[in-house]
C-alpha cells in the first residue's frame, strides 16, 4: 500500500530519535507555547515530500540523482560531504536511541546493546526486501499512537492547545526557546527523508498515474508523524512541565506515559522510542547507500541480492557498525540527537534550494512542474531553510 | 545543419544506460580530442570517481586515483566509452554498447564475488 511509503518515511525521517527528543524538551520547558513550530514544520515537510515524489513518480529519477545531474558533481559533492557526516551522526542516535528503549526495559547498560542493535539492523537490510522494511516499520509504528491515546486519557485544556498553535514568542530563556525551535524544524527537515521517500518511489515503480496517491501519501503520512509528535508536545507539558521535570535523559522522558499508563508507560515509551528510532536507522543506512550509488550511478535496489549491487551493500555494511562505534565513543545518545538537529537544519537548504530548479525542469517534469502557488511555497521554504542554518550554530552556543 | 546537442546539459553528469537499461555509471568526463584549425571533437565519455571529483580539486582527483591504484588492480586507465556507441542524451545517457562490454563495472563484480558473496546471504538463488 503506498500510504505506507509515507507513513515508513514519516517514522524514519520525521519521527525518530530527534523528534522525540526535541518535542519533549519543547513540551517539558514551554508547555505548549512551541506547537505552532512543528505545525509549521510539518506544512513545511510535506510540500517537499509531496514534490521529492512527484519528481520520482514523472522522471523516475531521486533527489540525489537529479541535484548531481542538474547541479553538477561539485554541488553534488557538498551535499554528499555533508550528509554523510550528518547521516552518520543521526545514524549514531538511531541506535543508541534503540539501545536506550532496550536499557529503560531490563536496566542493562545501553553500550552494551549497541552492537546487537547495529547486527540486527545490517541483518534486516541485507536480508529483507524494501516491502519488509516499509510494511515492518509502519505496521509496528502503530505503537506510537501510545501517545495519542495518553492525551485523549489525560484530557488536556484544549484551549492552551490551540493557543499554542498560533506563533508567539518566550516570555523567558529566549535563547533556549530558538535552539528548541531550530532542532524541531531540523528533526522534521532531515534532508535524508527527502531522499529516501523519493528511492522509495523508484523502488515501488510509481509512474504518473500515482501522483495523486503521492499527494495523500505525502500528507497523510507526515500526518501521522506531526499528530504523534504533536501529542508529545502536549504529553511532555501536561506531566512533565507541570512538575518541573527538565529532560536531559530518555529516562526522564519516558516519565511522561507514566501518568495515563501506570506501570505501563515505561515500557510503552521504550516501545515507541525503540521503533522509531529502528525505523529511523533502517532509513539512514539506506539512505546512505543510496546516495553513493544515486550519486556514482552504481545498480542500487534494496531487493536485489546483495551481490548484484555490492557497492549499495558495502555502503551501508561499512556505515552501520562504524556509527554504533561512533556512538559508544562520543556517549549520550541524547545530546548527540539535540546536537545533529541542528546540524540537519545547517545542511537543509543544500538539499531544499535545488527543488526550486529541478521542479521547473520540463526535461524532469514535464508538464507536472510547478505552478506559481507551489513555486512561492517552496521559496518560501527555500528562505525559511536559509534563516535557520543561519542561526543554527549560534543558537547551539547560546541555547544548547 | 545537425542537431545541436548541449554537452553539458545532456550528457555531462548523466546516469549511462545500456541497451538492456543497466546502470553503467554516471558521466564523470567527456574526452575531447584538439585538432588544428578545426572545432575539437568529443571522443568518448569517461566513468571516474577520479575525474569526478578532480573537477572539484585536482588534490581530491589524485586522492581517488590513488585509492583506484590501490583497490582496483589493473584498471590502469579509467573506463571510456568511445561517443560512436552514444545514442541519445537528455536525463539520461543512452549508448548501443552492453554494460558487460565495458570495464566501467570491474570493481563492482570483484567486490560482489570476492567479498560480498562470501558473507552468509550474499549469494542467495532466487529472489531476495
Redesign the interface.
Known amino acids: 500500500m503506498n500510504v505506507a511509503l509515507g507513513i515508513v518515511s514519516s517514522i524514519g525521517g520525521f519521527l525518530d530519535a530527534g523528534a522525540i527528543a526535541t518535542a519533549a524538551l519543547a513540551g517539558a520547558a514551554f508547555g505548549m507555547q512551541m506547537l505552532w513550530v512543528l505545525v509549521a514544520g510539518t506544512v513545511c515537510v510535506m510540500l517537499l515530500t509531496e514534490m521529492c515524489g512527484r519528481l520520482a513518480c514523472v522522471s523516475h529519477h531521486t533527489i540525489a540523482d537529479a541535484v548531481r545531474e542538474r547541479c553538477g558533481f561539485r554541488y553534488f559533492s557538498f551535499l554528499l560531504v555533508g550528509e554523510v557526516c550528518v547521516d552518520v551522526l543521526v545514524l549514531s542516535a538511531e541506535i543508541g536511541g534503540v539501545a536506550i528503549a532496550l536499557h529503560l526495559v531490563t536496566g542493562i547498560d545501553y553500550r552494551w546493546f549497541m552492537p546487537i542493535v547495529a547486527f540486527a539492523l545490517w541483518l534486516i537490510i541485507w536480508v529483507g526486501t524494501f516491502d519488509i522494511i516499509e510494511n515492518g516499520v509502519s505496521f509496528l509504528g502503530l505503537v506510537t499512537l501510545a501517545f495519542v491515546v495518553g492525551v485523549w486519557w489525560i484530557g488536556p485544556p484544549w484551549h492552551e492547545v490551540l493557543k499554542g498553535m498560533i506563533p508567539s514568542a518566550p516570555a523567558h530563556d529566549s535563547a533556549r526557546y530558538w535552539f528548541i525551535a531550530v532542532g524541531i524544524i531540523g528533526a522534521l527537515f532531515e534532508p535524508f527523508m527527502l531522499n529516501f521517500y523519493s528511492a522509495g518511489a523508484v523502488e515501488e515503480k510509481w509512474s504518473i498515474k500515482d501522483i495523486p496517491m503521492n499527494r495523500v501519501t505525502a500528507v497523510l503520512g507526515m500526518g501521522f508523524g506531526s499528530l504523534i509528535a504533536i501529542s508529545i508536545v502536549i504529553m511532555s507539558a501536561l506531566t512533565l512541565g507541570t512538575h518541573g521535570i527538565q529532560v536531559d535523559s530518555y529516562e526522564q522522558a519516558a516519565l511522561m506515559l507514566v501518568q495515563p499508563f501506570g506501570s505501563w508507560g515505561v515500557p510503552l515509551f521504550a516501545a515507541c522510542l525503540g521503533v522509531a528510532c529502528f525505523g529511523a536507522a533502517q532509513q539512514i543506512s539506506l539512505n546512505l547507500a543510496y546516495l553513493f550509488s544515486q550519486g556514482f550511478g552504481w545498480n542500487w535496489s534494496e531487493n536485489l541480492k546483495p551481490h548484484e549491487d555490492a557497492r549499495f551493500a558495502l555502503v551501508y555494511t561499512l556505515a552501520i557498525p562504524f556509527a554504533a562505534l561512533l556512538g559508544v565513543v562520543l556517549g549520550d545518545p541524547l545530546q548527540i540527537t539535540t546536537f545533529s538537529m541542528a546540524l540537519n537544519a545547517l545542511l537543509a537548504p543544500v538539499i531544499v534550494f535545488p527543488l526550486l530548479i529541478l521542479m521547473n525542469d520540463r526535461h524532469y517534469l514535464r508538464e507536472h512542474r510547478n505552478g506559481v502557488v507551489g513555486n512561492v511555497l517552496v521559496s518560501a521554504v527555500v528562505v525559511i531553510a536559509f534563516l535557520i542554518a543561519l542561526v543554527a550554530i549560534p543558537l547551539e552556543i547560546l541555547g544548547g | 545543419m545537425a542537431d545541436l546537442l548541449p554537452l553539458v546539459r545532456d550528457v555531462?553528469?548523466?546516469?549511462?544506460l545500456d541497451p538492456e537499461d543497466?546502470?553503467?555509471?554516471?558521466v564523470?568526463g567527456i574526452v575531447l580530442a584538439l585538432r588544428a584549425n578545426r572545432p575539437p571533437r568529443v571522443t568518448a565519455i569517461e566513468?571516474s570517481?577520479a575525474t569526478?571529483?578532480r573537477?572539484?580539486h585536482r588534490r581530491l582527483g589524485d586522492l581517488a586515483d590513488w585509492l583506484r591504484a590501490r583497490f582496483e588492480p589493473g584498471q590502469d586507465r579509467p573506463p571510456r566509452i568511445l561517443f560512436e556507441h552514444f545514442v541519445s542524451g537528455?536525463?539520461d545517457v543512452r549508448v548501443d554498447v552492453s554494460c558487460n562490454r565495458t570495464r566501467a563495472?570491474a570493481?563492482?563484480?570483484w567486490?560482489?564475488?570476492q567479498?560480498?558473496?562470501k558473507?552468509p546471504?550474499?549469494?542467495?538463488d532466487g529472489?531476495?
Open positions: 555531462l553528469d548523466k546516469q549511462i543497466q546502470k553503467i555509471g554516471k564523470d566513468i570517481q569526478a571529483w573537477r572539484v537528455g536525463i563495472r570493481w563492482e563484480d567486490l560482489g564475488e567479498v560480498i558473496a558473507i546471504g550474499g549469494r542467495r529472489k531476495k
